[in-house]
């Protein structure tokens, strides 16, 4: 790989890893020299490596200038001396040398106790997928903007604003003490479920950076899963919840960034891996008392990667969705229980349920409508696609249901 | 919104355990879908609970009586709390109630609003 390509991709691979590793050292509260620092090592190696050549094994490179940038910062830094030096309880005195560690553990250890203080109580949702996605994944401003539809200058007010926080709420990185772990861990799983949303439902046409988006969440779920103190039964759920989702990737768009509709899919292009992996997730996921959302949710997914409509199939997502809806109630989990309900018991007895559903403003709700109608009423079926346009916010959305628009007026 | 208790009642003799995991099955099915079809509603508070057939009822002087159907045939076999408008509406959600079919009743109760408590 020339180094125009190699500099980029071991941004992506490097970068959160010496940030995890220095923010630990420095404290989060000083956040913005670790990333200084590790930035100017990243600035060094786009200067040299051109002109001299790569070095041999390039990652070795960014670990040492980046450490060597550390500890001359440390050395000439009076704050260190003074405010910092005297906290590092861990540091042999006057030889803060060995504790700059980038070995594979404290790189996974930094980066999980990193992931825990991102996941705290206080900092907001959105704050804390954007912290995620900017210290953990290593993604700029510009990328997080685009996964997010906004523009540059607002996700990095975000930033700014989240990082503030995490200074003055003085969040430590360190993984919650033991009896702790299981309620942080909520947190934590519902923020890289969301990570994992975005990218999978992003209007973004950006397909390669909304796969990147999912790729990252499990990426830190496997890192939490391997863990013997943050590794539970929800978390494989969660897990075998993003295998199943992710296994559909290729098949769910066109080469224009289109959504293909899941009984559209080509299932040749399913990833089989994933399924497989999913499947032993959710194996995995059956070791404890509690069933969670996440645990109904995966075994929802799973039954979707058997493509054929049997009745079992859909009498056991029903099922799943009657439970799901019981313990938190949805306006996405109220419109699939009844698009189940149409498979399992026939779509005249989905349409007395679904019109007690109340969502007369959700562009969803008229498009199941619309298939509902499909054979049993067309005036009725193109009104809801009617009004499932005028309700529907991204072109994705609208461009699918123009197409449905113009076939139903070609079938009257 | 108001919440309203819906208390299951069913003859004693009517109410036979299941059998086996199959039958446990087949007699919660209807259960799950007119729930679920409330939830759906978003007009499920609590899908409360249900309640085994042993009980004590206890009475004034230290009298304890064995089972709570001592004196009529029908027990409370569980409840649920749902969310409506007016009892009309609370009331035409017990539509539907497995409890119906085998001959058993639905009481809606609204209940009083936490700031109406005193």
């Known amino acids: 790989m020339e180094h125009q390509q190699l500099i980029p991709h071991l941004f992506r691979t490097e970068y959160r890893k010496i940030i995890a590793v220095l923010c630990k050292m420095f404290g989060l509260e000083h956040i913005a020299i670790a990333e200084d620092i590790v930035s100017e090592t990243f600035l060094l190696a786009a200067e040299t490596w051109g002109l001299k050549g790569l070095p041999k094994n390039p990652t070795a490179w960014l670990y040492t200038v980046s450490k060597n940038k550390a500890l001359d910062y440390l050395r000439r830094d009076t704050l260190f001396q003074t405010k910092i030096a005297p906290e590092l309880n861990h540091t042999d005195e006057g030889h803060p040398e060995t504790d700059i560690d980038l070995s594979n553990q404290n790189i996974i250890d930094s980066q999980l106790q990193m992931l825990f203080a991102i996941c705290h109580p206080s900092i907001s949702n959105e704050a804390q997928i954007g912290l995620a996605l900017n210290i953990l994944c290593g993604f700029g401003a510009e990328e997080i903007a685009d996964a997010f539809l906004t523009s540059k200058e607002t996700i990095y007010k975000r930033l700014t604003r989240a990082k503030e926080k995490l200074r003055s709420e003085k969040i430590k990185i360190e993984l919650p003490p033991p009896g702790d772990i299981e309620s942080r861990l909520e947190t934590v799983l519902s923020t890289l479920y969301l990570l994992f949303s975005e990218g999978y439902y992003s209007a973004s046409q950006n397909t390669v950076l909304r796969k990147d988006l999912c790729i990252e969440a499990m990426r830190l779920m496997v890192m939490l899963t391997d863990h013997p103190l943050t590794c539970t039964p929800s978390g494989y759920a969660l897990l075998s919840l993003m295998c199943f989702h992710a296994s559909r990737f290729e098949a769910r768009t066109n080469q224009d960034g289109e959504i293909i509709l899941y009984e559209d899919q080509d299932t040749s292009l399913w990833d089989k891996d994933l399924i497989a992996q999913g499947v032993d997730f959710l194996n995995r996921s059956a070791g404890g008392k509690q069933v969670t959302r996440y645990h109904l949710e995966a075994a929802i997914a799973y039954w979707h990667t058997l493509k054929e409509d049997t009745h079992e199939k859909w009498e056991n997502i029903l099922q799943l969705y009657n439970r799901l809806l019981q313990m938190e109630y949805s306006p996405i989990a109220a419109l699939n229980r009844t698009y189940a309900l149409s498979k399992a018991n026939g779509k005249e007895e989905a349409i007395v349920e679904a019109e007690k559903l109340n969502l007369d403003a959700n562009h969803f709700y008229h498009s199941l409508l619309a298939n509902l109608y499909e054979d049993i009423n067309p005036e009725k079926e193109l009104d809801h696609l009617q009004r499932a346009w005028t309700l529907a916010r991204n072109t994705n959305d609208k461009s699918l249901l123009a197409k449905k628009i113009s076939s139903a007026i070609g079938r009257k | ?118």
Do not use: H
Not at chain 2, 21 to 29: F, S
Not at chain 2, 55 to 64: C, D, S
């Open chain 2, 1 to 118: 919104m108001k919440e309203f208790l819906f208390v299951f009642r069913r003859s004693v003799e009517s109410n036979d355990p299941p059998q086996s995991p199959e039958q446990l099955q087949a007699m919660m099915k209807p259960w799950q879908d007119w729930m679920g079809s409330i939830a759906a509603q978003n007009k499920l508070s609590s899908s409360g609970n249900r309640l085994t057939n042993e009980g004590k009822v206890v009475k004034p002087n230290k009298v304890i009586t064995d089972g709570p159907y001592v004196d009529i045939k029908e027990a409370i076999g569980g409840y649920i709390i749902v969310k409506a408008n007016t009892l009309d509406e609370a009331t035409s959600l017990a539509d539907g109630c497995p409890i119906l079919q085998v001959g058993g009743t639905v009481e809606v109760r609204m209940i009083v609003p936490m700031e109406d408590n005193n």
